[in-house]
Structures are given as C-alpha cells and as structure tokens.
C-alpha cells in the first residue's frame, strides 16, 4: 500500500512495493530515502522524500494520489 502526502514544499512517499523500490533505486536519484521499516529483521518498506516539481511522476510511480 504506497502512499503520498505533502510535507511542507516537498512530498512524502511511503513505499512497500519491492518492485517500486527497486525501479526508484535505479532511476529516481532526486528521491531522498528518510526511513526504513522492518518487520522481523527484513525491510518492509521505504519512506522518500520527493521534490515537488517531481508530483506528477511520484503520482504515477506509486499509483496513488496526494493525501490531504
């Protein structure tokens, strides 16, 4: 369940797709990782701080909207 909110000027990617993550990993590099979640010793998921100029692409990366 990827998710996408406003954080001041910039936004907030929270990302459990390994899939995503990957594809961020290698062709995103203005996408900032900020945190790590673990479950069990494994990483679950990855949370990105995303330029705002860059919304559009974060939109259809993730496949999600801008929360509010």
Excluded: F
């Amino acid at each position: 369940m990827n998710k996408l909110w406003r954080a001041g000027d910039r936004l907030v990617a929270y990302v459990d797709d390994p899939a995503v993550i990957r594809k961020i990993n290698r062709s995103h590099p203005y996408y900032t990782e900020t945190a790590q979640y673990y479950e069990n010793g494994v990483c679950v998921a990855r949370q990105y701080n995303v330029p705002d100029d860059k919304k559009r692409n974060a939109r259809r990366l993730l496949g999600v909207n801008v929360e509010r």
